[in-house]
């Protein structure tokens, strides 16, 4: 029997209650999800890959941070109301973090420096993470104030819990913003992008591979 550390553990548990108590039963987002956290209740052996730091990581603080400010009002002059769940979520990814690899998106030299320095994201289940496997994947993206994500897409059927301000755009349409707390859908191979705007973007994502 594998045996999760009680970091990890805390935050899929906190993962998996802030999507499936904000998504409605018969969606989408609610059913990939369950299939995703189906899947990890058969552990793997646990991984320890080589821990890696980007420049961008240096605002991982300030939007776990404005996560934690939002549920307690101090950010705002109207409190923004969600499970503590999704605060729960952006403090085990506070304690998990200095364990991760972090990587920048490949194949991006196109857009030069500014966004390889603005721009990080970790694998915490999957290849390269703190859980080898190839059926799911889960990992975090991280974005500095005034970034845009480039436009991408991706077989695998993907769900966002989303810890910070910041737009969204699905299949070339309008842009929006779910907010702290908020989910994104994106069906296989959409075309997808994110961009932050004052403030740092961070959003953890979950990947079903169909095998």
Known sequence: MNTRSAELSAFLKSLHSAIAERAHADSEVF??????????QAERPPASPEPAWLPACEFLNDAINNVVGSAAGENSAQR???????????QALQSLAPRLAWWRRPNT???????????ANATVIGKGGLEER?????????IAPGIQYPEHHHPPEEVYLVLSRGN???????????????LVHNPPNVLHAMRSGS???????????DN
């Open 134 to 142: 190839d059926d799911v994947c889960v990992g975090i993206s991280l």
């Open 168 to 182: 969204w755009q699905k299949g070339g349409g309008d842009w929006w913003e779910p907010g702290i707390g908020g």
């Open 199 to 209: 403030t740092p973007l961070l959003a953890i994502w979950c990947l079903w591979i």
């Open 80 to 90: 923004i109301v969600f499970d503590s769940s999704v605060v729960e979520n952006a």
């Open 109 to 119: 030299a196109f857009l030069g420096k500014k966004f390889a320095n603005s721009h």
């Open 31 to 40: 059913q990939v999800t369950e299939k995703i956290m189906g899947a990890l």
